[in-house]
């Protein structure tokens, strides 16, 4: 069956430190995997895809680089309103299965 | 990003009743849609796939018979909690995904359910 860890659980930081999130995953053949944010009471929000080992993709102060076990999603120079939970999903022949997320704080 | 639309977001119904949840893709066809239930601080469990115009597939531990899913058009899935119990209460949220199987999903806003 499909795996997906992400660690740590929380994270708390301070506006400007960077630092990375982790999402390691066992699937039997990887369709593509997909980091989302949610807050609190809301749905997820689409981040990025990425397909295959070597893969990375930017947005902002987000980067995501996937290799063939694990992904990362990095936070460079963090401010407050990047707190939120941060998801992975990975997606096999039909199904998306998500970890438990990382609930990500940035203190002023 | 797609729009998908979640309604209601909250519902507070008493315990025996049944409660529908739509979930709608409002600028594409969704050939698959998802139905996840999330507990507070926890992450997005799936309960069912379903892909238009056939029988949903329910994970393991789910009763297909209490939460029934409809996907009967290419924009338009429905959850329904039937002989709704305390214990259901959660939140729920639902996906939809194109035709392209290894694209991303996109998620409604959720709905908070509370059975009293």
């Known amino acids: 069956e499909d795996q997906v860890t992400q660690s740590p659980e929380a994270l708390r930081l301070q506006e400007g430190e960077s630092s990375s999130l982790n999402c390691s995953y066992t699937?039997?053949?990887?369709?593509?995997l997909f980091w989302y944010r949610q807050d609190p009471g809301k749905g997820p929000e689409f981040l990025f895809t990425?397909?295959?080992a070597g893969e990375e993709k930017e947005k902002e102060r987000l980067k995501a680089t996937l290799t063939k076990k694990e992904s990362f999603l990095h936070i460079t120079a963090p401010k407050p309103e990047d707190s939120a939970t941060y998801l992975c999903?990975?997606?096999?022949?039909?199904?998306?299965?998500f970890g438990a997320g990382t609930r990500l704080t940035v203190k002023p | 990003g797609a729009v998908v639309s979640q309604h209601p977001s909250r519902v507070i119904c008493k315990s025996g009743t049944s409660v529908k949840i739509e979930c709608r893709s409002l600028d594409f066809q969704a050939t698959t849609m998802f139905w996840y239930r999330q507990f507070p601080k926890q992450s997005l469990m799936l309960m069912a796939t379903s892909n238009e115009g056939s029988k949903a597939t329910y994970e393991q531990g789910v009763e297909k018979d209490k939460f029934l899913i409809n996907h009967a058009s290419l924009t338009l899935s429905t959850l329904t909690v039937t002989s709704a119990h305390p214990e259901d209460s959660s939140f729920y949220i639902c996906?939809?995904?194109?035709?392209?199987?290894?694209?991303?999903?996109?998620f409604g806003q959720g709905t908070r359910l509370t059975v009293v």
């Open positions: 999903a990975v997606q096999d022949n039909n199904d998306m299965r």
């Open positions: 699937v039997s053949g990887l369709r593509g």
């Open positions: 996906s939809a995904r194109g035709f392209r199987q290894n694209t991303e999903a996109f």
């Open positions: 990425l397909y295959s």
